[in-house]
């Protein structure tokens, strides 16, 4: 499974942007899929994740109310809305894909950057 995101930029605070995570490769085994967001200096934290089949959601505190993840599995792909950006929101957000098999893995995009100005 490879992931490519796409859909970071600059926003201003109160702002939105969505951003996209495409996959491709053996996509029938993704168990869950997710956003986690990093800062530097700081550990990677989750955003929100969805788990295939069901579509069930997580969402970190800090994005509750304000950030919607979703699925597309017709085009693999998944999205994170993001509403009512906040500076603190600024981080590199990476898509994690869980794989499910004999052994699970994950994999992990290469990030894409979100800057929220104030």
């Known amino acids: 499974v490879q992931l490519v995101e796409s859909g970071g930029g600059l926003v201003q605070a109160g702002g939105s942007l969505r951003l996209s995570c495409a996959a491709s490769?053996?996509?029938?085994?993704?168990?869950?899929m997710g956003w986690y967001r990093q800062t530097p200096g700081k550990q990677r934290e989750l955003v929100a994740r969805i788990i295939s089949g069901g579509g069930t959601t997580n969402y970190g505190d800090s994005v509750k109310g304000r950030f919607t993840i979703s699925r597309d599995n017709a085009k693999n792909t998944m999205y994170l809305q993001m509403n009512s950006l906040k500076p603190e929101d600024t981080a590199v957000y990476y898509c994690?894909?869980?794989?499910?098999?004999?052994?699970?893995?994950?994999?992990w995009g290469q990030g894409t950057q979100v800057t929220v100005s104030s």
């Open positions: 994690k894909a869980v794989i499910r098999g004999s052994s699970w893995s994950f994999v």
């Open positions: 490769g053996s996509t029938f085994s993704i168990n869950s």
